[in-house]
Nanobody, 118 residues
């Protein structure tokens, strides 16, 4: 299973970005998927997650600004980020719980850089 993210960029504060993450490979089922981020010198933290039936969860710091969505037919999730702040600067990682026909495992993407300038 591979997760490929895209959409990271340099943007000014107040701007918007849309990240995408597509899962491919031998996938029988995908459970929860989510976005995490890691800023320099900080631990990786959950940004938003979404279950296979669309239940979402957000970090308090992004509530009202970020929206996670999902297309199960395409094994893809998106993260719409609005009103970006410099503190949103981080590498954003996609995460997915996938069943490959044998067992459930957690997979990570390679990360995409989001930089918000003030």
């Amino acid at each position: 299973v591979q997760l490929v993210e895209s959409g990271g960029a340099l943007v000014q504060a107040g701007g918007s970005l849309r990240l995408s993450c597509a899962a491919s490979g031998t996938i029988f089922s995908i459970g929860a998927m989510g976005w995490y981020r890691q800023a320099p010198g900080k631990q990786r933290e959950l940004v938003a997650s979404i279950t296979s039936v669309g239940t979402t969860n957000y970090a308090d710091s992004v509530k009202g600004r970020f929206t996670i969505s999902r297309d199960n037919a395409k094994n893809t999730i998106w993260l719409e980020m609005n009103s970006l702040k410099p503190e949103d600067t981080a590498v954003y990682y996609c995460n997915a719980h996938c069943h490959d026909g044998g067992s459930w495992s957690v997979y990570w993407g390679q990360g995409t850089q989001v930089t918000v300038s003030s």
